[in-house]
């Protein structure tokens, strides 16, 4: 089974992850363009995964 991408709160957040990266920086542009590219082919990924089983961890995820 393929996980879900959800965004979980960490047990002892401290510190917004997203917070000491300046709102201009570069790779804020590339996560944009490669989330938008991994939802047009999550159907695709849906396709590669049995439907029983454990869930994975999304390729989303990974990257």
Do not use: C
């Amino acid at each position: 089974m393929r996980g879900k991408d959800d965004a979980r709160g960490s047990l002892f957040g401290y510190v917004v992850l997203e917070q000491p990266i300046r709102p201009d920086h570069p790779l804020r542009l590339i996560r944009t363009i490669v989330n938008a590219a991994l939802t047009e082919i999550s159907a695709e990924f849906d396709v590669l995964y049995p439907p029983t089983g454990r869930d994975s961890i999304p390729p989303e995820r990974l990257l």
